[in-house]
Nanobody, 112 residues
């Protein structure tokens, strides 16, 4: 069982930035595909960004150029740097490990 813990959410004004962190337990972190998803009220959960063990990344069209996913295998941690935030980015953000394990989610609210 892999434990997954997200942090870094909060309230930010439009145009602002936040960095989310996701720590995963265990010794296999370096071989996992890591991803961030989000779910807004009344909407389905959607993929935001994904990073492979080799560092290849994919992004949803809605966040390309604004969000950056990265990983630190030495710290068993994946990050999501979110810049130029918009109100439509408001959602609960979830970390996913290898399509198998989920964190509890962290709320991101973009509002003035």
């Amino acid at each position: 069982q892999v434990q997954v813990v997200e942090s870094g959410g909060g309230l930010v004004q439009p145009g602002g930035s936040l960095r989310l962190s996701c720590a995963a337990s265990g010794s296999m972190f370096s071989i996992y595909v890591m991803a961030w998803y989000r779910q807004a009220p009344g909407k389905q959960r959607e993929l935001v960004a994904r990073i492979t063990p080799g560092g290849n990344t994919n992004y949803a069209d809605s966040v390309k150029g604004r969000f950056t996913i990265s990983r630190d295998n030495a710290k068993n941690t994946v990050y999501l740097q979110m810049n130029s935030l918009k109100p439509e980015d408001t959602a609960v953000y979830y970390c996913n490990v290898d399509l198998s394990y989920w964190g509890q989610g962290t709320q991101v609210t973009v509002s003035s």
